[in-house]
């Protein structure tokens, strides 16, 4: 899950897994699996950096070794 902002400053927590794409025209839209489309006030890149953290939370995408989480093993 991630947290947004609505353009009128609303907060609001987003399930990452949903997001298909992401575009700045000059607002920032998510467009969901759904189809429904949101404007948010973070930017593009914002979003991806959220979306991608939340996929690293959880080891989907696995953190890089010099990380203190990702470097167990290492004597």
Do not use: C
């Not at 609505?6 to 927590?13: A, S």
């Not at 914002?46 to 070794?65: C, F, G, N, T, W």
């Amino acid at each position: 899950m991630i947290r947004l902002t609505r353009l009128d400053g609303e907060p609001f927590v987003l399930n990452a897994e949903w997001i298909r794409y992401v575009e700045a025209r000059p607002d920032t839209f998510i467009t969901l699996t759904t189809g429904e489309r949101l404007v948010v006030r973070e930017s593009m890149d914002d979003v991806m950096e959220r979306a991608v953290r939340y996929q690293q939370s959880k080891h989907l995408i696995p953190l890089p070794p010099s990380s203190p989480r990702g470097g167990q093993g290492a004597s």
